[in-house]
């Protein structure tokens, strides 16, 4: 939540949860510990006295900008970033330039272009970002979303020839490919050209394609390794729009309409809040609020928002209906409302996705508590057991990455969870805490031999194996964490800072809002009420899961 009124900036030192409360835990276990900064208290200290004489801000936004390392000389960038000020040069991208010259050759001749995405947000909403810029250049567009059950992630063959009988000569993979080495290595002996847009680790050896495009490359120094696949994509379209109006073109779209579908993938696909990140959330929440894009609207309308849209609106109200429809096993129909125009057909499309979602919660429900039971017997046998590896056959595919990050947050340490097919083999996702990168243990694991298929980034991934050899990748992982850390770390609850009732006002939440948005690498400030009692306090929710009580 908000930071309100600290402590006097002078007792900066002497901050202890032990001296601001008896209570030094939640009921869950997590310990209560002061948000810690990389900079000394005095250091922090001056830097927020310094915010405050040059910016007027409430004493304790400045600690917490000062805490963040954010100090006087940058508080204006920060508060209000820019994309025209933090957007690259798109040639510093690898791949960008190869990519963007055949674009323009594919706009100039007005071929038919194939998209296949991911069947995710940022799957849909790049695929829906490069259906309209392209549709808007002539260019005729077909988007080809997999089936999460029946083909499972990334491109294959079977689809790629699908779209090249369609007359696709060009096929952009977006949030995807960059670890498809067969598929795509087939396409090109078929005769299609293929652009992969990734952000996804990528491995020492790259896909056979005319251009790959991705920050994770081992061979990119960008920097822009925090992307997700959307803003990859935006920049790539940023070459392509910037290349035709040297060639001549003057009816170009204009890319800042489409920039709500960046915010969106940015927040749904939970990278590091930061940098150009905050540019794309601050503008594209802007964008979002005047309803440009009709699907998005619909959407709103139908899930109920009937208040501004925020990070937790698109985290957790749009985003999910979003990917209700890959995880039931209807994943073309996100992207399909993303790039609707027509009003009726959008609301229709809205409301699939609505019912989509509360099928999805109740089979999530049911798993989420039947795989914290095998959880909590795999702890009992073994409570230092670095890594949670839960498989069962009647698991729903579409789920497991929800309930992989309910078991990580509920048992601090990465978990995977997979369903068994009937041909014996191992499918499913898995989450990670913030000092063990999944993603690169799922490829050195691929490489290994253990893996049939699998890939992500740091606190995300997905893999496939042979039953098999599912003991095999249990103590796989078990010993490449051991390696990089002694023990997991307890579970903590981050404090900033403390509050008084009198302190939570109206010019409090204006002055914290201005410090968003808020995500991974850039968590909202949690506030302590201290000397309060709480009456009534009573379970709430369909399942018993918050507390309301009156002071």
């Not at 903590?492 to 002055?511: H, M, Q, R």
Request: net charge negative.
């Amino acid at each position: 939540m908000i930071v309100a009124r600290l402590v006097n900036m002078a007792d900066y030192d002497n901050l202890a949860i032990s001296n601001l409360t008896d209570v030094v835990s939640s009921l869950s276990g997590a310990k209560w510990v002061l948000e810690s900064s990389q900079y000394s208290s005095d250091v922090v200290r001056r830097q927020a006295l310094r915010i405050q004489e040059t910016h007027g801000l409430p004493p304790s936004v400045c600690l917490y900008l000062a805490r963040k390392g954010i100090f006087s000389e940058s508080i204006d960038s920060y508060l209000e970033p820019k994309l025209k000020t933090l957007l690259p040069e798109p040639f510093l991208l690898k791949g960008v330039k190869e990519a963007t010259q055949r674009l323009v050759e594919a706009v100039e001749k007005k071929e038919k272009i194939g998209i296949f995405g991911d069947y995710d947000v940022d799957g849909a909403c790049s695929a829906a970002l490069f259906y309209k810029v392209l549709s808007s250049l002539g260019c005729t567009v077909e988007i080809y979303i997999p089936d999460r059950f029946t083909e499972g992630y990334g491109p294959n063959i079977t689809a790629l020839q699908k779209l090249k009988r369609n007359n696709a000569s060009l096929i952009l993979t977006v949030d995807c490919g960059i670890t498809a080495h067969e598929p795509l290595q087939a396409a090109n002996d078929d005769g299609l050209d293929i652009i992969v847009i990734d952000h996804h680790l990528a491995g020492p050896v790259l896909p056979n394609a005319t251009a790959v495009v991705n920050p994770n490359r081992l061979d990119d120094e960008s920097g822009f390794g925090y992307l997700c696949a959307a803003g990859v994509c935006f920049i790539t379209c940023i070459a392509l729009v910037r290349a035709l109006r040297d060639s001549g073109y003057d009816d170009l779209p204009d890319l800042l309409s489409f920039i709500d579908l960046i915010a969106l993938a940015t927040l749904c696909d939970v990278v590091p809040m930061k940098n150009l990140n905050r540019a794309f959330v601050r503008q594209g929440l802007s964008v979002m609020r005047h309803r440009r894009n009709i699907g998005l609207a619909n959407l709103a309308d139908v899930a109920g928002l009937d208040k501004e849209v925020n990070e937790y609106e698109c985290g957790f109200i749009l985003g999910p209906r979003i990917n209700a429809a890959g995880r039931m096993g209807k994943s073309d129909i996100g992207v399909k409302l993303l790039i609707e125009n027509e009003h009726e057909k959008s609301i229709s499309l809205a409301i699939q996705l609505d019912e989509l979602n509360k099928q999805r919660r109740n089979i999530e429900q049911e798993i989420t508590t039947d795989a914290i039971h095998q959880a909590e017997l795999q702890l009992k046998k073994n409570p230092e057991q670095p890594a949670l590896v839960i498989a069962n056959k009647n698991y729903n595919e579409g789920v497991l990455g929800i309930v992989a990050g309910r078991l990580k947050d509920s048992f601090s340490r990465p978990a995977f969870v997979f369903t068994i097919t009937e041909d014996n083999i191992v499918k499913g996702s898995g989450r990670s805490i913030s000092t063990i990168p999944i993603g690169s243990l799922v490829l050195a694991a691929r490489q290994s031999g253990i893996l049939i298929s699998g890939g992500g980034h740091d606190m995300a991934a997905g893999a496939s194996l042979a039953l098999d050899k599912l003991d095999l990748f249990r103590e796989f992982l078990t010993q490449k964490i051991i390696s990089l850390i002694s023990s997991l770390p307890q579970k903590e609850y981050k404090i900033t800072s403390t509050i008084s009732i009198a302190g939570c006002d109206a010019e409090l939440v204006d002055n914290i809002r201005k410090c968003g948005p808020f995500g991974p690498d850039q968590p909202e400030p949690n506030l302590l009420l201290t000397h309060i009692s709480l009456n009534q306090v009573r379970w709430v929710g369909a399942s018993n899961s918050h507390l309301s009580s009156i002071r």
